[in-house]
């Protein structure tokens, strides 16, 4: 992350009245709080609808979004591991276009399992699970390009 990116985040802090602003990408990590924000008991701003929470940004309706029910219930997040590519390549979360995915947000997985398969050079690659344990998170989108190392998913072992 650039300071130009840093800049931009606290600028949208001070635009939408935010007292906190937490970011993560891969190891780095970023939380920006502003001073003399409204506290409790203050009276607080009437919320913004999300189409315009951020000017320009795209509404998606990826069901990757919602969590399941009790998702976050029990589950430590600061132990969540990401699964990465092993390899340059075409992202599918289904065995064949229009099937159902391997894998969501909550799903518990087996060593063995399939998470996802990833189409390099004609040849398609399955994505296993290394050990038991939840999906807690998928960074990526059906047919996106994948780089080696990039991160797939987030887990937690059981």
């Given at each position: 992350m650039n300071i130009r990116e840093i800049r931009a985040l606290?600028?949208?802090l001070a635009?939408?009245?935010?007292s906190v602003l937490e970011v993560q990408e891969g190891d780095f990590s970023l939380k920006l709080r502003r001073d003399g924000a409204m506290g409790a008991g203050q009276p607080q701003p009437a919320p913004i609808p999300a189409a315009q929470a951020v000017k320009g940004a795209e509404i998606d309706d990826d069901p990757r979004q919602e969590l399941p029910?009790?998702?976050e219930m029990g589950l430590d997040f600061n132990k969540a591991k990401e699964i990465s590519s092993p390899m340059v390549g075409v992202f599918y979360q289904s065995p064949a276009p229009g099937e159902k995915p391997f894998v969501g947000r909550g799903s518990k997985v087996k060593a063995g399992d399939v998470l996802?398969?990833?189409e390099s050079m004609k040849l398609?690659?399955?994505?296993?699970?290394k050990e038991d344990g939840e999906i807690v998170d998928i960074l990526v989108r059906d047919g996106d390009v994948v780089e080696f190392g990039q991160a797939l998913f987030k887990f937690i072992g059981a």
């Open positions: 606290a600028k949208l635009e939408q009245n935010l029910e009790g998702l996802c398969i990833i398609l690659n399955e994505i296993s699970a």
